[in-house]
C-alpha cells in the first residue's frame, strides 16, 4: 500500500528558532500534500495544501508567513515553523494524495513537535 | 466543506459489532465518504471509503443509503486493539479532495 514518511518523528527546540519538517511519499507519487496540526485530546485541524510546484494554499488562520511548506517534488513536501514559541507545540501530520486515485489521501505517522 | 456529526464516544466488548453513524446533511454530488482510525500519537490510517451504497474490505463494511445523508462504518467482532477514534471525513472533490475533521468518534472495545 502507499506509505508516507515524516522525518523527524519527534523535535524538540528553543523558542524562537526554526524547525524543518519533511513529508515523503515513499511509493507513489503525491500531486497534492497537506498538513494538519493535532492538539492534545483534540481533531485534526487542516494547515495548508500543498500542489507539486505551485504555492501552498493556507486556511484561515493559518500564518503562512510563520509556517513556510515546500512542494518542491512529487514525493517530498517540507513544513518550516519559523520563530518557534511553545504555542507552536503540537502533533503535526501531512497526508498525500496519489493523482492517479483522486480520492484517496493516505497520512504520515506524525511528527511531535516540543518548543521549550 | 460538508461538516460531518457522529457521537462523541462508544462502548463495546470483544467480538461484539460495532456500528458508527455518521451524518452529512449537505454533502455534495461528488463527495466521497471516507473513515479514518486513529491511535494516540500516529496519523490516521484508512479504514473505508465509499460513495453509495454498500463497501466491504477485509477490515469493515460502509453503508451509504440513497440519498446520501448519513452513512453507517461497521466494525465486525472487535478486539481490544480496536480502540480508537474513528473519523468519518467527506471529501470536497471540487477542492483538492480536502478533508475536514470532525470531533471523532473514540471508541473503547473493553475485554
Known amino acids: 500500500g502507499a506509505v508516507v514518511s515524516q522525518h523527524p518523528s519527534w523535535v524538540i527546540c528553543k523558542s524562537g528558532t526554526s524547525v524543518k519538517i519533511e513529508c515523503r511519499s515513499l511509493?507513489?507519487?503525491?500531486?497534492?500534500m497537506f498538513w494538519y496540526r493535532q492538539f492534545p485530546k483534540q481533531s485534526l485541524m487542516l494547515m495548508a495544501t500543498?500542489?507539486?510546484?505551485?504555492?501552498?494554499?493556507?486556511e484561515q488562520g493559518v500564518e503562512k508567513d510563520k509556517f513556510l511548506i515546500n512542494h518542491a517534488s512529487l514525493t517530498l513536501s517540507t513544513l518550516t515553523v519559523t520563530s518557534a514559541h511553545p504555542e507552536d507545540s503540537s502533533f503535526y501530520i501531512c497526508s498525500a494524495r496519489d493523482g492517479q486515485v483522486s480520492y484517496e489521501q493516505y497520512f504520515g505517522p506524525g511528527t511531535r513537535l516540543t518548543v521549550t | 466543506l460538508a461538516k460531518t456529526t457522529q457521537p462523541i464516544s462508544m462502548d463495546s466488548y470483544e467480538g461484539q459489532e460495532v456500528n458508527i453513524t455518521c451524518s452529512h446533511n449537505?454533502?455534495?454530488?461528488?463527495?466521497?465518504i471516507t473513515w479514518y482510525q486513529q491511535f494516540p500519537s500516529q496519523g490516521p490510517r484508512f479504514i473505508i471509503q465509499?460513495?453509495?451504497t454498500k463497501v466491504t474490505n477485509e477490515v469493515a463494511s460502509l453503508f451509504i443509503p440513497a440519498d446520501r445523508k448519513s452513512s453507517t462504518l461497521s466494525l465486525p467482532r472487535v478486539s481490544l486493539s480496536d480502540t480508537a477514534v474513528y473519523y468519518c471525513?467527506?471529501?470536497?472533490?471540487?477542492?483538492?479532495?480536502?478533508?475536514?475533521f470532525g470531533a471523532g468518534t473514540t471508541v473503547t472495545v473493553r475485554a
Open positions: 511509493d507513489f507519487q503525491a500531486t497534492t
Open positions: 465509499g460513495y453509495k
Open positions: 500543498s500542489n507539486e510546484g505551485s504555492k501552498a494554499t493556507y
Open positions: 449537505n454533502i455534495a454530488t461528488n463527495d466521497y
Open positions: 471525513l467527506v471529501g470536497d472533490a471540487s477542492n483538492d479532495y480536502k478533508l475536514s
